[in-house]
């Protein structure tokens, strides 16, 4: 009776201290992506009552290996190209004088390493704000500081497991090295080198919790939140918004434990302000973006938790669907088994990905671990793992 007592003690005092589902910024790593101030959901019940910091790492292996995309605008040729399958289609382009074309040059190959530093600030009993800063880099992926991510151990799962030999071309371009260049139609190109680090951008987010007291009755919670972000790079000066909202369901189990379940969705509006010439990182001035999460929690004798997850996210695409229709494509597609084209194609379809997430939570930090699959196959990133800490300050 006393350990059922404590059990009943230490998950009163863990729902207080554990307010809602524990995550890390789960955002992929895609290499336009990091690029944007993109919005993460926020499956908290209530504000913090303490600044609290956290520290987060993440590491995703990007492949898409050289490739040309040519829109053509003649109106015959694009008339002629969406009756023919893409893969059929025959193109020669000249100079812009006689074929105007749009042209587009990608080849990202490399493990990309995003750093996110976030602090909770309250404002409010109901309400707190939420600063963070965001770098990244791009790095060979060699052992051991790559060793999920890297092209090696990918290429050892593909060979040993499923997926056959040099099953996207890796071996055939050469593992574990750095290739990240993009050109647009307007010749403005974004490029990152070994080791480069650059500063990506500094997020604000207000976050606010209405008591909705029929919900509450029912242990369902809500949240919505205003998200504004300032990019850096000097490949994208801009100021990016956004609006999202959130819901969480819980139930407690008998033995001590319980289950949450949130479901979210947000709309960001790219580039509302730009201050420079900007590379082109897709023409579809809004993203939308949804996740739903599954957690699992085993509150511990002293008190402590585990919990695990799974997170299901999927984002609109950065490219309009329309070009698909009239895209003429050019790479080295007969020395790769498959994806040679994933560089364009994947902008102009949604991404998908499913994510095992891990905390393990104490009276003051919280430690996380996860690790993500694009759902897709398309490399954009392929697998992805993260790390991060969370600490009242």
Request: some cysteine; overall charge negative.
């Amino acid at each position: 009776m006393l350990c059922c007592i404590y059990r009943a003690q230490s998950q009163e005092n863990d729902t207080v201290r554990k307010s809602g589902i524990d995550k890390l910024n789960l955002l992929s790593t895609h290499p336009f992506g990091i690029y944007i101030s993109r919005i993460s959901q926020n499956f908290k019940k209530s504000a913090v009552g303490q600044i609290r910091m956290r520290l987060q790492q993440q590491s995703g292996n990007v492949f898409q290996p050289q490739l040309t995309a040519y829109l053509p605008e003649n109106p015959t040729v694009r008339e002629d190209f969406s009756n023919t399958t893409w893969f059929f289609r025959v193109f020669t382009y000249q100079d812009q004088e006689t074929t105007p074309t749009q042209i587009f040059e990608f080849e990202f190959d490399a493990v990309l390493k995003v750093y996110r530093v976030d602090l909770e600030i309250p404002v409010s009993d109901k309400s707190e704000l939420q600063i963070g800063v965001r770098s990244f880099t791009a790095v060979k992926g060699n052992y051991p500081f790559s060793y999920f991510s890297s092209d090696s151990s990918i290429e050892w799962f593909h060979s040993n497991v499923a997926g056959g030999e040099d099953a996207f071309g890796r071996r055939f371009y050469g593992l574990n090295q750095v290739n990240f260049e993009y050109t647009d139609a307007n010749d403005r190109q974004l490029s990152m080198d070994q080791g480069e680090l650059f500063l990506g951008g500094i997020e604000a987010s207000y976050h606010y919790y209405p008591e909705i007291e029929w919900l509450k009755n029912k242990n369902v919670f809500t949240n919505v939140s205003f998200h504004s972000g300032w990019n850096t790079t000097r490949f994208n000066r801009s100021i990016d918004i956004g609006f999202s909202a959130n819901l969480l369901k819980e139930w407690n189990v008998k033995n001590g434990d319980f289950w949450k379940l949130g479901l979210g969705g947000s709309v960001l509006r790219k580039n509302v302000l730009e201050f420079d010439q900007n590379v082109d990182l897709g023409n579809n001035d809004y993203l939308a973006s949804g996740e739903i999460m599954l957690e699992w929690t085993d509150i511990t004798n002293n008190g402590n938790y585990n919990s695990i997850g799974v997170n299901y996210q999927e984002q609109t695409r950065y490219r309009k669907k329309a070009e698909e229709d009239y895209v003429y494509l050019e790479g080295d597609w007969s020395s790769i088994n498959a994806g040679w084209h994933n560089a364009y194609t994947t902008l102009f379809e949604s991404l998908s990905s499913w994510t095992i997430h891990f905390t393990h939570g104490r009276q003051r930090i919280q430690y996380f671990v996860y690790v993500k699959e694009d759902l897709k196959v398309n490399n954009a990133p392929d697998l992805e793992s993260g790390i991060g800490v969370r600490f009242k300050l």
